[in-house]
Antibody
């Protein structure tokens, strides 16, 4: 079964750091672009980052310089290192598998990140 | 990068057809055939319904179809069913090599 399972969410103070993980199974992880997408409670989806099969990375302006996406193909794992966290980063964070360009065909169940003092 | 614009809500009776619009710019929707659509039920992860403007993944009902004209993409749901009641989001690749989602549309089956 093709599956993505996120972990690492929790409560962190403003200015703090957190590292999310996403474990992939059921497909050849190294062959796919991977993404992180977040959703604040009651709000819409926001694309957060992407990493290509060659390790190239992409970010929107809202997280560039604070978040770092990485992958470890030998462990079928995707990561998101989040630094200088703000209240506005509070959301459920999903990892998603890329399908071609600009589409996300497999999603994890999400992990909650709360930034609060 | 601003979110793509979708209507906040769309409703229809069972069996009817509805269309959800997704308006961007020439730097995203209008510039690429990389528009996708997602269905999200409450408390669940999004599900890919349409990719590359009009392609359906295996397992998605043919009642769902997508199209694009200029800077506006559209998702049409025909033969509306109770199970189609959900939030729907469009997404587009952009000229900055990023991705942007739409504001989201709540579909209500009357």
């Amino acid at each position: 079964e093709v599956q993505l399972v996120e972990s690492g969410g929790g409560l962190v103070q403003p200015g703090g750091s957190l590292r999310l993980s996403c474990a992939a199974s059921g497909f050849t992880f190294s062959s796919y672009d991977m993404h992180w997408v977040r959703q604040a409670t009651g709000k819409g989806l926001e694309w957060v980052s992407a990493i290509g099969t060659a390790g190239d990375t992409y970010y929107p302006g809202s997280v560039k310089g604070r978040f770092t996406i990485s992958r470890e193909n030998a462990k079928n794992s995707l990561y998101l290192q989040m630094n200088s966290l703000r209240a506005g980063d509070t959301a459920v964070y999903y990892c998603a598998r890329g399908r071609g360009v600009g589409a996300f065909d497999i999603w994890g169940q999400g992990t909650m990140v709360t930034v609060s003092s | 990068q601003s979110a793509l614009t979708q209507p906040a809500s769309v409703s229809g009776s069972p069996g009817q057809s509805i269309t959800i619009s997704c308006t961007g710019t020439s730097s995203d929707v209008g510039g690429y055939n990389y528009v996708s659509w997602y269905q999200q039920h409450p408390g669940k992860a999004p599900k890919l319904m349409i990719y590359e403007v009009s392609n359906r993944p295996s397992g998605v009902s043919n009642r769902f179809s997508g199209s694009k004209s200029g800077n506006t993409a559209s998702l049409t749901i025909s033969g509306l069913q109770a199970e189609d009641e959900a939030d729907y989001y469009c997404s587009s690749y952009t000229s900055s090599s990023t991705n942007v989602f739409g504001t989201g549309t709540k579909v209500t089956v009357l």
